[in-house]
């Protein structure tokens, strides 16, 4: 569901991922929900690992991930030793690598994905909030891992993005949330 009752720029919008359509990964090993695309280029995506498998090639793109539902993840990025992507680890990697990945146990392994052009200086962070935190201007959404986020009359809780609009920076309010906040400077949301 996506709710923006005013449908200006400036306010922000909360989309259940769980309402997002599935799309084929380009390689047609796997699935993502495209969430959110920017204006200077940006792509962020819900993909769902469900077995192992090999991550589509973006030459020209940066990649950030994180596991945001389900067991850890193990990726192998290009010659690096392997990684397990759980908790607050967020990997960072060139889209152009070969990347395999494979949940640790059975189950559905959710990853957060943010792709930039190369070079743009963007980035996920995962955070905790609870109670009043400012966001600075280059944070372009929140995707709400539990608890609840509230800023103007929007809401959002586990599983949801909240697109923040545009603004200078932003108090949001957190009540035992924790999230990503996804950060891409001079960018806004182009397709919501």
């Given at each position: 569901?996506?709710?923006?009752?005013?449908?200006?720029?400036?306010?922000?919008?909360v989309?259940?991922?769980?309402?997002?359509?599935?799309?084929?990964?380009?390689?047609?090993?796997?699935?993502?929900r495209?969430l959110?695309?920017?204006?200077?280029?940006?792509?962020?995506?819900?993909?769902?690992?469900?077995?192992?498998?090999?991550?589509?090639?973006?030459?020209?793109?940066?990649?950030?991930?994180?596991?945001?539902?389900?067991?850890?993840?193990?990726?192998?990025?290009?010659?690096?030793?392997?990684?397990t992507?759980?908790?607050?680890?967020?990997?960072?990697?060139?889209?152009?690598?070969?990347?395999?990945?494979?949940?640790?146990?059975?189950?559905?392994?959710?990853?957060?994905?943010?792709?930039?052009?190369?070079?743009?200086?963007?980035?996920l962070?995962?955070?905790?909030?609870?109670?009043?935190?400012?966001?600075?201007?280059?944070a372009?959404?929140?995707?709400?891992?539990?608890?609840?986020?509230?800023?103007?009359?929007?809401?959002?809780?586990?599983?949801?993005?909240?697109?923040?609009?545009?603004?200078?920076?932003?108090?949001?309010?957190?009540?035992?949330?924790?999230?990503?906040?996804?950060?891409?400077?001079?960018?806004?949301?182009?397709?919501?």
């Amino acid at each position: 569901m996506l709710t923006n009752r005013t449908n200006d720029p400036a306010t922000p919008t909360v989309i259940d991922a769980g309402d997002v359509e599935r799309l084929p990964w380009r390689n047609g090993l796997g699935s993502t929900r495209e969430l959110a695309t920017g204006n200077t280029g940006w792509r962020l995506s819900l993909a769902d690992i469900t077995t192992a498998c090999a991550f589509s090639r973006f030459p020209g793109l940066w990649r950030w991930s994180t596991a945001v539902a389900g067991p850890p993840v193990e990726m192998v990025i290009g010659d690096r030793d392997a990684i397990t992507v759980a908790g607050d680890v967020v990997v960072d990697y060139d889209g152009e690598a070969p990347v395999t990945a494979r949940p640790a146990s059975g189950g559905v392994t959710h990853l957060l994905n943010l792709m930039t052009t190369m070079g743009t200086p963007a980035r996920l962070t995962r955070a905790r909030m609870d109670g009043p935190a400012r966001v600075t201007a280059a944070a372009v959404a929140v995707f709400v891992l539990d608890g609840t986020l509230l800023v103007a009359d929007q809401r959002a809780t586990a599983g949801q993005l909240m697109l923040l609009g545009d603004h200078d920076g932003l108090t949001l309010t957190g009540h035992d949330a924790r999230c990503v906040i996804v950060e891409v400077p001079g960018s806004r949301v182009s397709r919501r």
